[in-house]
């Protein structure tokens, strides 16, 4: 068809038009940022292990990102996180924080539809896929691991 | 020292994601689904224990981390417990997180408002 | 051969008042001098958004039938869209006029939209005063199309900045002002574009399709204009469309520019440019108009673009269609002064920043 054909020519010089940016700045933004909060949570998590050296490390590890889950929820209410965001990329939405961020995000966004309608109904619309995958992927591991 | 490694290892899995965004133009949607998936197999094919065990916060601090205490969750359930331990234990191991996520955001979302740009 | 879409008009309805209402981001931007109004936040001491671009909307309305120095009895109907689903800001700014109302929707095209159906309107005999208003806000666009403000993520370089701002302008055969002599409407092209985050390039080929059927159906070239100006296509849709118009023969020379592109500094940093219904609405009724009266400008044809799409159809798989109406703007040239010695009389008419303080 003609206008298929036309319609790829636009799309393959559109691709070529389009201003290519250094990716490494980037890159080392995302690198930097990411590394600086796992970092973080290190810190937490050994503060906790040696404030409370009978805790067993799995609960230690589930405080430790309830702590980090707490900050990032803060900071995404104060107006910063996206700000580091915004500079970090993948830095700042790969880590637990940015779980955080894509829940509080939208609550706070939604406010004005209501309670109900606005923070809860919309909580999910970022996060939502993740839980669901996670959920489900986990589940049929589960299953898998049951049968072997 | 093992800070080092962490701050490695965590900057490196964050790389990743930001070369996701860059070279295939995700969304942030995507790029937690693409990681919680990654954590998922990881612990499916019991790699994630030994990884962690220098990693550290470095691959727990990741949304990988919480893919792969899903699993877990759902492997030790379906050990334990069969049939319904892989429906619940998935849920029950990172319940702590997803419940926190919450809570937080549903008190924020009550003191704050979002910012325009 | 194809059908004209062009309209000549016989009366050339004019221009006879206007007004643009920016956020302060936007009253940094480039165009800073020529807007009426600044405000000092974008809620607008409004609770939502939302709310606040209705506000917009009614100040811009008010603005521009209080610089046209009609009384708000004078006009017959009023012609407004915006970007919001059901057009809600324009739909709900009209509850507090008391004329007759056309929504109209077409995307970031709507102003010349609303000013080709005005002009035929009074062409046509049919009213005598129309106002025509469009604007979008930053925020309720962010939220409808893209992300909640606080994600942190990052935008890709293509991606466009919506402009929190509304215009208005009146249009009437009395008075004095700028002319509207041709109006072309375009058609709406899809070359298969789907990418959101790139706007330019999924309208580019609609301003290209208006721009030649312009050309054709008024035998003009981009030589009888003093500035060709395209709504927000962005730097790189504005790129794309010299290309394109090149391959068919017409050359863009420097009388070309485009809103989105020329309305933020580079230090603001707003990677493609501007974009949405305000970008166009308030740069044609606040530089534009203002050139053309002076006579600086003395001939424009104004085509901004539109996207018309949504976020359901995009995530469906469906391409993104645009939009382009051009509108001929001509300077008044026996009655350039006019306008200015009737307005130095009157104290309504305000270029400074901030003097308007409410909206009623």
Known sequence: MDEKKRNEAYNRYVKAKIPKTKAWPSLFNSFLVGGIICCIGQGVNDLIMLWFPSMAEQTAWAYTLIVLIFIASFLTGIGVYDKIGKFAGGGSIVPITGFSNSITSPALEFKHEGI????????????????????????????????? | MYYLWVFLIGGFVCMLGQMLIIYTNITSARILVTFVLIGVALQAFNVFAPISEFAK????????????????????????????????????????????????????????????? | MKKNQTVKFRNKPRIVGSYSIVGPKEGKGNFAPYFNYVMKDDSFGEDSYEKAEKKMFEHAIVGAIENAHLQPDDVNLLLAGDLLNQIISSSYAARNFNYA?????????????????????IDGGL?????????????????????????????????????????????????????????????????????????????????????????????????????????????????????????????????????GQMYYTRNQNMLSGGSGCGCSATVLNSYIIDKLRKGELKRVLFMPTGALMSTTATQQGESIPGICHAVVIECDEENVDKYYKKVSTSTAYKTTKGNRKKGE
């Open chain 1, 116 to 148: 109900i309608y606005g923070i809860f109904v919309k909580m999910f619309t970022i996060a939502g896929p993740v839980i669901v995958t996670g959920v489900v992927a986990s589940f049929v591991v589960g299953l898998i691991y049951l049968f072997i």
């Open chain 2, 57 to 117: 916060a470095g691959i727990n601090v990741p949304i990988i981390g919480f893919g792969a205490s899903l699993a877990k969750g759902a492997m030790a359930g379906a050990q334990s417990k069969g049939l319904i331990g892989a429906f619940t234990g998935g849920l029950e191991a990172t319940a702590g997180g997803i419940a926190a996520a919450v809570i937080f955001a549903f008190i924020f979302a009550l003191i704050f408002k979002s910012k325009t740009k």
């Open chain 3, 101 to 121: 109302y056309l929504g109209l929707f077409g995307a970031c095209s709507t102003m010349a939209e609303s000013l080709a159906v005005g002009a035929s309107l």
């Open chain 3, 127 to 259: 009213f005598d005063t129309i106002v025509c208003a469009t604007g979008s806000h930053f925020s309720t666009a962010e939220r409808q199309f893209r992300f909640p403000l606080e994600l942190g993520n990052q935008r890709p370089p293509t991606s466009q900045w919506t402009v929190t701002g509304a215009g208005s302008c009146v249009l009437s055969n009395n008075g004095y002002g700028p002319r509207i002599t041709m109006a072309t409407f375009g058609r709406v092209i899809d070359w298969g574009i789907n990418d959101v985050n790139d706007m330019g390039a999924a309208m580019a080929p609609a301003a290209m399709d208006t721009m030649l059927a312009h050309f054709r159906d008024t035998k003009t070239t981009p030589d009888d204009y003093d500035l060709i100006v395209t709504g927000d296509l962005g730097k790189l849709g504005s790129e794309i469309l010299i290309d394109l118009m090149e391959d068919n023969g017409v050359k863009l020379g420097l009388n070309y520019n485009d809103c």
